[in-house]
Structure formats: C-alpha cells, structure tokens
C-alpha cells in the first residue's frame, strides 16, 4: 500500500485524488499543487529523479529538481540529481522568452525545479554515454529555488581536487556522482546486514555508552567531567558492554558501533570510526567464523560479485612463514621460503651470524619474471648478483631448486629477522608500476587468521608481556596449562579476517571465568584489576560462555568501492592530522568556559623563553 499525503492550501476545498500505476495527484479547481509518488520521488515536490528517466516514459509530464550541471548557451541545461543526469530543452518559441532568459541567466550548480514533457532525442543526438541519452525534457515552466556563487571546484568527478580542499568544502565534495554511490552503497550494506543479524540469527541492537570510565586498555580520548579532576573516557569499542550483555542474558547482540581511536598521524586512520560489532552466548569460534562469512555473503554487493564461502583458514604461524606478515594478500604468489638450511655451512660472514642468532633465518622470495638489479637468474642458471661469487656451486643449485627459480626471476635474499613480507607487497606495487597486472582489483580475496599467540613481549620492555588482541581473550583450550608456566608459549582463542591484505575484522572468544580473568590481569599482564572491578564482579555472576567479532565498515567498503582511502566512503571525515577543515574543529574556547570543568590550560613555552602561560594564537 502507498499512504499519499498532500498540501491542503485552503481548508474550504476538499481534495481530490487521481490515481494512476505512479502517482497520487492533488486536484484542486482543476490544477494540481503537489504530486507524490512511489519510490524515491514519494513525499516529495518532484513526480520524477532525473535519472531515472528512459524511452517508456516518452510522452509524460514530469516535474524535475536538482542542480545545473551544464550550461550549454541558450541550447540546454543538463540537470543533475543524486539518481543521475538529464537534458532540458530550453524553449525558442517567442512566446516563452521569459522563460528562455530565466535559463540563460542561470549559474552552474543553481536549483531548480523544473516541469516539462519527455521526448525522443531527434535521430543521431542520442548520447550512448549517458543513462538518459535517448530522451530530453521539454522545457514548459522553471523555478528557480536557489542560485550558486561562484565555487572553489566544479563538480565532476574528473576534475583533480586537493584532499585538503576535498575536506574544507566536504558539502560540495559530497555532491559528486562517486561520493553519491560509495555512501549509497554502505547504506544498502548495512541494511542487508541489519535484515540478516535481525531477522535471521535474532540478533538485537543495543546502543552502549560513549561515554565510559578510565581504565588502560581500549581508552583514548578525556572528557570532562563538572566533579573536579574526574573525567571521561571515550572507549575504543563497546568490547566490555558487549560482553556485560552477555552476563545479562540478551545471548545475541550487535550494533553499528561508534569508535574513537587516537592514533595521532598514522595514514588513512581515522579519530572516530564505525565497526559492526557482534557477540554472541554458547558459541565457539567456528560458530563466529559461519554468522560472518554468511552476514557478508548475505549484504554483498550484487554489482560485485558473489562471494563463495567458507573462507580459507590459516594459522598465524602459516602466515608469517608463508607471507611474512599476518594479514596477507592472497591474491597473488610469490610466497617465502625458509632457505635456512642451505646457508648453515656458508662462508659468508653476515648471513652466518644470522643463522647462527636465536630465531635467526634466511629467508628467499621469488618473483617470477621480476628481473631487476639485485638476484637475478640467467638462462645458464648463474645468478646476477654481488652475491653470486660468494655462493658455491652446490648451493647455487639448491638454492635455485627449493624456490623454483627459472631464467629471468628475481630472487631476494633476507638472513635475520624475516622482512620479506612487506618487501613483497612492495614488489607486486612495483611490477604493477611497470604494467604487470600481479593482483585483480574486481578480486576479492577473504582469509580467516586464527590462533594468535596470546601474549606478546612488549616493545619497549621485552621482559614484560601483553595482550596480542585484548586482555578479555581465552586461551585456546590445550594451552591452558601454559598459562601459569609458560604464558609467552599459550595460543589465543583469536581470529582475524583479512581481505585483498587488510584486516577488516578481528574478534575472539572470551574469558568467562572470573578467576582466569584476574590471573591474566593480575599475573601475567601486572594490571591494576581494581579498575575492572566491575567486570570481573560480573563473570561471578554466572557468565555463559561468549565470543564476538567487529568488523571495520570504513575499510571494508573502501575495499569493495575499490577507494585507496576511508575518507572516501565517511561522509566528514577527519583529514590526516585529525582535524576537522571544514569547521576547523578542534578548537580553542575561552577560560570561562572551562572553568566549571575545573580546567586550565598550561601552553607549551619556548626554550628559554617566559615560561608562563600565555594566551593561544590568534588564528
């Protein structure tokens, strides 16, 4: 059913309504005011989107808004909305001469509301290259709803524009076709999502706080609070409201979660972010691993393919030693191999002590037909390299047999610490430079990466150990025991999903006993518990069993669209330093209103300069 409304504009005349397979049409002393329809054009002053004009509706009345994308002299005006493109005949008949010069008279990206008749293009002004290029709207009425200044950019997607001058002017930015169809598309992404959470594995939304108590894992930004020296925090994710859910027996939860993260300049990061967060009661990895691959095989695109599942499955010691990193992209070869061995009697001074040092290696990668300045293979089976004298006959030819090296391959040596990894990836840009197709942008390649360490050495204190994920993750069950001798040795129960090489989700399953959970804290990551009181209090209370992932909606339809960065696909981003441009947020506000937060500002002095405070700049 379809439920018309209309505009009554005196209450003396009663309504009347013409139904057709389109619209409802208010009649009122035989002209009609408004017209609502079906679809997007419904609740709405137009009957039709400019792009959705075609062949059958030749003939037909319509009544069109949107923006000037073209003038063409006094000849046309294309007319743009969110849909697409449309051509308007500006009349020439003397009698219509006003409505001609309101045309003539118009700026590029002005609004308009126009109302005409479609017809056939005349023979061979077709344009193939447009959705709407068979027909054209004759021109009988125009009003002129606003008129546009002169902008800093035009909008069209070929034009080049600075990322700086992309955020400044992000309203105009976001009238581009491209940045119309990335924000269209994660929304219809999400709704899939929601339908199959919901409707179809029972999910229910919850909103969990922003703002959240202070605690040293998952906490970034302060804020305020009016009780002096009490602040704030903003959680990097909803991870302990989300398992509290559990505890509250709710079993299965999600929601489009807002996230904050500050990570100061690192590329293409954002300070605030959303995730697809999930957690569900009584499951088991697997159980995580299945709602994923199906929620993505559910929402994808049909534009982009369709996804098979299950995804592959790799441990995270199969990806370091095959790919050298723990996200790896699989959409190309050129895989590791260990060449240790053929290097343990060599002469060559740095790699020897590079075998000889505890987790030392020699590590090779070939890459077919790569042939470059460094290990190259002649047709004779020698090798082009500095290297090439110093290797002796017989582990020339083994070294050639284990990685498979043929004439004109490139063969790269590391002895160490592995670093092919990201030499790798680097390789297939650089073939990529010079024309070699190595990996499919229409490709996409999901990977699941499972059983992490649990702890790792921390960098700048290699004696002491932390959360490889998070400190709430379990250990995988067989390594239980570890955990009170051995914990650098316990595998997690995490697991990643990576797609084309990036990690788009990552979740675990978690600590459910309480006295598990203090250990961990207490013993092996020395945490000062009391600050997750709360928590562990909780897992007394009877807590099931639960696991949960997050998955990264900024990255994964980045990926999908096929965009380099996240910028692309939020719809006011922050720019690389964090900053908002086109408010210039953050920004500085004046001492009184931070007195009833019981803050002062100390500014950063010069050396050797006053050292007392001063006021901010000006600008």
Wanted: charged share 25%; proline share 7%; glycine share 8%.
């Amino acid at each position: 059913k379809t439920f018309p409304a209309w505009r009554v504009d005196s209450p003396q005349v009663t309504p009347t309504r013409r139904h057709n397979s389109r619209s409802t049409s208010l009649i009122q002393n035989g002209s009609i005011n408004v017209v609502f329809c079906k679809g997007p054009s419904r609740l709405s002053t137009r009957s039709h989107t400019c792009g959705e004009l075609c062949s059958r509706h030749i003939g037909e009345e319509v009544t069109l808004c949107g923006w000037v994308q073209y003038l063409r002299q006094d000849l046309f005006v294309i007319l743009r909305d969110f849909s697409g493109l449309v051509q308007v005949l500006v009349p020439h008949d003397e009698s219509k001469h006003e409505l001609r010069n309101t045309f003539c008279g118009l700026s590029v990206e002005s609004v308009l509301m126009v109302k005409g008749r479609v017809k056939r293009r005349p023979e061979g002004q077709e344009n193939k290259n447009m959705p709407t290029g068979e027909i054209e709207v004759c021109a009988e009425s125009v009003e002129v709803l606003n008129t546009c200044r002169t902008l800093p950019f035009e909008i069209k997607d070929f034009v080049k524009k600075s990322e700086a001058m992309r955020m400044q002017y992000r309203y105009l930015d976001l009238r581009s076709p491209q940045m119309q169809a990335n924000l269209r598309l994660r929304s219809r992404l999400v709704m899939k999502m929601r339908e199959y959470l919901c409707y179809q594995h029972g999910f229910v939304d919850v909103e969990t706080p922003t703002l959240f108590k202070t605690n040293s894992w998952g906490i970034e930004f302060l804020v305020p609070s009016r009780e002096a020296g009490k602040f704030y925090c903003l959680p990097q994710s909803p991870q302990q409201f989300k398992q509290l859910l559990m505890v509250a027996g709710l079993d299965r939860y999600f929601q489009l979660a807002r996230c904050y993260r500050d990570e100061g300049s690192k590329p293409d990061r954002q300070p605030e972010f959303t995730q697809v967060d999930i957690e569900m009661s009584f499951v088991e990895q697997g159980g995580i691993r299945a709602l994923v691959e199906g929620l993505l095989q559910y929402s994808w695109p049909e534009e982009k393919g369709f996804v098979t599942t299950p995804f592959p499955c790799v441990t995270y010691e199969q990806a370091m030693q095959d790919y050298g990193v723990d996200k790896p992209d699989t959409r190309f070869g050129m895989k590791l191999t260990d060449v240790t061995e053929i290097f343990q009697d060599t002469r060559i001074g740095w790699m020897r002590d590079a075998v000889t040092q505890s987790h030392g290696c020699v590590q090779a990668i070939r890459v077919p037909e790569g042939s470059v300045d460094t290990m190259v293979v002649r047709e004779d089976g020698s090798l082009k390299s500095p290297l090439g004298r110093l290797l002796a006959p017989t582990t020339r030819h083994q070294l050639l047999r284990v990685t498979r090296a043929n004439a004109g391959d490139l063969l790269l040596l590391t002895a160490g610490r592995p670093l092919l990894g990201k030499l790798r990836l680097q390789c297939a840009e650089l073939l990529e430079g010079h024309g070699v197709r190595v990996r499919d942008p229409a490709v996409f390649h999901f990977l699941w990466v499972v059983d992490f360490p649990l702890f790792l050495p921390k960098e700048d204190a290699p004696g002491q150990l932390e959360s490889a994920h998070h400190p709430f993750t379990a250990p995988v069950p067989q390594d239980v025991p570890l955990l009170y001798s051995e914990p650098h040795k316990v595998r997690g129960q995490h697991y990643d999903l990576v797609l084309n090489g990036c990690e788009v989700g990552g979740g675990s399953i978690r600590i459910h006993n309480s006295a598990q959970q203090r250990y961990i804290l207490q013993n092996v990551l020395k945490e000062d518990v009391v600050l997750l009181t709360h928590l562990l209090e909780a897992l007394e209370c009877g807590a099931p069993p639960h696991g949960g992932i997050a998955l990264g909606l900024d990255r994964l339809v980045s990926i999908i669209v096929g965009s380099p960065s996240i910028r692309d696909v939020i719809a006011f981003p922050k720019s690389f330093r964090g900053h908002d441009l086109m408010s210039n947020a953050p920004d500085f506000v004046v001492e009184e209103e931070l007195k009833p937060y019981c803050i002062s500002v100390v500014w950063p002095s010069v050396e050797g300069a006053d050292r007392s405070p001063a006021p901010p700049p000006e600008d």
